[in-house]
């Protein structure tokens, strides 16, 4: 096991204890805010509510999750029940509702803050009627007297007043240092009625769970008569996309995902210190020779100085006998023209030819041509083949 590793699995471990301490440690935060979400199992969410609603209404429940507005605009209905609990309806929704009661639906309205364009047309003022921390709501109706709810977190305080004619109270807030407030009511419209209830917490997890509550949230609905309703809901494709949310959602995936993603961070810190930098490759210098040759070659040709680049070729020649061919070159005479040509194999003619040129080179008085250096250059190339 070499030091790195080590060193990893000593730092892997230390995260894990500490996250295992934590874990141990922490304590469970309870989200009390006022969702009214149908998926939401916090306390103040709909999640039981949701469940148990196809039995309340007999079966006969339909959640709908397109705005009224355009779901009025694709179904024609009979008349049937509406139930809305702290939606965000716009004003062409609500118009749509307004129309199907007037046709003979029934609408049952549950939100802590009534629209304005529901108590405008209808005929009441909602306020808030209460701050007590406590309080109980209950029906006017006798058969429901045994029938109430105690509120003791958060409730809303909310009822309505400056009722006008024609609107009967079915439900009232009770305290023991204040009067009774409305806080369900009923209004005749059209050919069907609309139910207003101001505090709808009564049908969150919270109040549902407890033993005896359900047993209100019953007798509020039982107002509807018995056929077709429609639950509209939040669209759920308003939640958050995010690719993660599952894995974020989850304490055991997220503590996963985190540890990973330290992991991988260490690893590439540990890493990248080992690694060796980017060797630069460094190009072998060339070998100019060839090229010097030839600016050489092409200095001279354009100062036109014939004479002694034949005079440098021929001691160049003469050189290279003496090393090759082991020939003395201090007189070029008929003796050296020999044995020249013994040596190379060449004709006597090129042989004497070649030492006439080499001697006008040498003759620094000499009159040398172009063709000259060319046929110097060629003869003593041909020889030393």
């Known amino acids: 096991m070499n030091k790195t590793f080590k060193i990893y699995a000593v730092i892997f471990i230390i995260v894990m204890v500490?996250?295992?301490?934590?874990?141990?440690?922490?304590?469970?935060?309870?989200?009390?805010?006022?969702?009214?979400?149908?998926?939401?199992?916090?306390?103040?969410?709909?999640f039981v509510f949701s469940n148990e609603a196809k039995d309340l209404f007999k079966g006969n429940l339909k959640k709908v999750e397109q705005a009224p507005y355009e779901y009025y605009n694709q179904y024609k209905k009979e008349p049937h029940n509406i139930v809305l609990i702290e939606n965000n309806i716009d004003k062409e929704s609500w118009k749509k509702i307004l129309d199907q009661v007037a046709k003979?639906?029934?609408?049952?309205?549950?939100?802590?803050?009534?629209?304005?364009?529901?108590?405008?047309t209808i005929g009441y003022y909602d306020s808030e009627i209460s701050f007590e921390?406590?309080?109980?709501?209950?029906?006017?109706?006798?058969?429901?007297?045994?029938?109430?709810?105690?509120?003791?977190?958060?409730?809303?305080?909310?009822?309505?007043?400056?009722i006008k004619p024609g609107v009967v109270v079915l439900g009232k807030t009770v305290e023991?240092?204040?009067?009774?407030?409305?806080?369900?009511?009923?209004?005749?419209?059209?050919?069907?009625?609309?139910?207003?209830?101001?505090?709808?917490?009564?049908?969150?997890?919270?109040?549902?769970?407890?033993?005896?509550n359900v047993k209100y949230a019953q007798d509020v609905f039982s107002y509807l008569p018995d056929r077709e309703t429609?639950?509209?809901?939040?669209?759920?494709?308003?939640?958050?996309?995010f690719f993660m949310?599952?894995?974020?959602?989850?304490?055991?995936?997220?503590?996963?995902?985190?540890?990973?993603?330290?992991?991988?961070?260490?690893?590439?810190?540990?890493?990248?210190?080992?690694?060796?930098?980017?060797?630069?490759?460094?190009?072998?210098?060339?070998?100019?020779?060839v090229d010097f040759v030839k600016s050489i070659g092409n200095l001279y040709l354009q100062e036109g100085d014939f004479h002694d680049m034949m005079a440098k070729k021929a001691q160049y020649f003469l050189n290279k006998v003496r090393i090759d061919l082991l020939i003395d070159t201090q007189d070029l005479d008929t003796d050296f023209a020999k044995k020249l040509q013994l040596k190379t194999g060449k004709p006597m003619e090129i042989i004497n030819?070649?030492?006439?040129?080499?001697?006008r080179a040498q003759d620094p008085y000499a009159q040398v041509m172009k063709e000259d250096l060319a046929r110097i250059n060629k003869l003593l190339d041909d020889i030393l083949k």
Request: proline share 5%.
């Open 104 to 120: 003979g639906s029934d609408a049952m309205l549950m939100a802590s803050r009534m629209p304005k364009q529901i108590s405008d």
């Open 176 to 212: 023991k240092k204040n009067a009774d407030q409305a806080n369900f009511i009923k209004i005749k419209f059209g050919k069907g009625n609309i139910y207003a209830h101001s505090e709808p917490l009564f049908l969150t997890n919270y109040y549902l769970l407890k033993p005896g």
């Open 133 to 162: 921390e406590e309080n109980v709501l209950k029906l006017t109706d006798k058969k429901y007297q045994n029938d109430f709810i105690k509120l003791d977190k958060f409730p809303s305080g909310r009822g309505f007043s400056f």
């Open 230 to 241: 429609l639950w509209f809901v939040e669209n759920n494709s308003k939640t958050s996309r």
């Open 245 to 289: 949310r599952f894995i974020l959602s989850n304490p055991a995936l997220k503590y996963a995902w985190w540890i990973f993603l330290g992991g991988l961070v260490l690893f590439i810190f540990f890493n990248a210190k080992r690694k060796q930098r980017i060797v630069p490759v460094i190009e072998p210098l060339r070998n100019t020779s």
């Open 18 to 46: 500490i996250l295992a301490l934590l874990e141990v440690n922490k304590k469970e935060t309870t989200d009390w805010r006022k969702t009214f979400d149908r998926n939401e199992k916090s306390p103040f969410g709909l």
């Open 353 to 359: 030819e070649a030492i006439s040129l080499i001697k």
